[in-house]
T-cell receptor, first 117, second 112 residues
Framework: EAQVTQNPRYLITVTGKKLTVTCSQN?????MSWYRQDPGLGLRQIYY???????DKGDVPEGYKVSRKEKRNFPLILESPSPNQTSLYFC????????????????FGEGSRLTVL | GESVGLHLPTLSVQEGDNSIINCAYS??????FIWYKQESGKGPQFIID?????DKRQGQRVTVLLNKTVKHLSLQIAATQPGDSAVYFC???????????FGTGTKLQVIP
């Protein structure tokens, strides 16, 4: 089954304790991206990756890091979480066509709800 | 989850009626648009897309209309069903297709 898998789905942590949210896709997609979703603000892009070892900032990258060492995985790292990073996080992937420079529809994971105390 | 639906504009429709959800996009350079549906506790799911060289595209029970002059996108759902109850987001992608910007969403409530 084609899917994007995120872990953990729920996490409560404390300020300053490093954490990683994993994301894995089994569709051989080149493009992967992380979003956070907050009430009234919709989905905002944190980081994205066009392919292995190629990552770039989205609209709200502060406080986050990512890596893309393998095509299927795109972990989101919070080195020193703060309460304002309490949110619902989504990982997504998409096909990317280098010839046209175009991506297609995004396939989303089920979300990871993070609470930072 | 449910907190996603707070603070959102809400459209309530009777089961069987048609629904129209509107979206104003911001970037005149955007040339690819997608509507997503997000049910409670789940990630967004693709509904339908349209490229800027079109002004209308139809799917099964859904139609997307694009008006580039006023930067407006709409999603029409025919014969709305209880299973259509969800939050609907429009998304725009400017040339380059790297950044995707989502609208804030509209909550659709279907009254049985």
């Amino acid at each position: 089954e084609a899917q994007v898998t995120q872990n953990p789905r729920y996490l409560i942590t404390v300020t300053g304790k490093k954490l990683t949210v994993t994301c894995s896709q089994n569709m051989n997609h080149e493009y992967m991206s992380w979003y956070r979703q907050d009430p009234g603000l919709g989905l905002r892009q944190i980081y994205y990756s066009m392919n292995v070892e190629v990552t770039d900032k989205g609209d709200v990258p502060e406080g986050y890091k990512v890596s893309r060492k393998e095509k299927r995985n795109f972990p989101l790292i919070l080195e020193s979480p703060s309460p304002n990073q309490t949110s619902l996080y989504f990982c997504a992937s998409s096909l990317f066509s280098p010839g046209t420079g175009k991506t297609g529809e995004l396939f989303f994971g089920e979300g990871s709800r993070l609470t930072v105390l | 989850g449910e907190s996603v639906g707070l603070h959102l504009p809400t459209l309530s429709v009777q089961e069987g009626d048609n629904s129209i959800i509107n979206c104003a996009y911001s970037n005149s350079a955007s040339d690819y648009f997608i509507w997503y549906k997000q049910e409670s506790g789940k990630g967004p799911q693709f509904i339908i897309d349209i490229r800027s060289n079109m002004d209308k595209r139809q799917g099964q029970r859904v139609t997307v209309l694009l008006n580039k002059t006023v930067k407006h996108l709409s999603l029409q759902i025919a014969a709305t069903q209880p299973g259509d109850s969800a939050v609907y987001f429009c998304a725009e992608t400017p040339g380059g297709y790297q950044k995707v910007t989502f609208g804030t969403g509209t909550k659709l409530q279907v009254i049985p």
